[in-house]
């Protein structure tokens, strides 16, 4: 199924095994959460840029109450807010891929992989701290 909204392209892409993400195709700059139009200069023309899911931890919660949507992670889990550099420094939400307490700036690698959410398999990252 095709990802609708100005997202779609992310959900798609992940679905297939890769990350990409949004470059304003005139003026260059990274957008995240996807925009349909660009904030900086107006461009309604968006590239989707295959990009390493690699980054630097930024920040983390952990969350230890299930919430609706989020029975099938157990508590606690850890979110976590990578920066990444290849894609202009811009930060995505994903999991912790166990729930160890997280150092901030700490180098992080990610897997795509699934989650059951509402009825659904939803690809979604999970974040490791790279190995020093
Ligand atoms: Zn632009």
Redesign the pocket.
Known sequence: MKGLGADGPYWDALSAGELKLPR??????WHWPAPFR??????WYFEWVATPIEGDLYSWTRTWQPFDGTENLGTPYVSVLVELPEAGGIRLLGLAADTETPKIGTKMTGAIASSHVWGRDVPMIRWSAVAA
């Open positions: 304003c195709a005139d003026c260059g700059h660009c904030a900086d200069c107006g461009s």
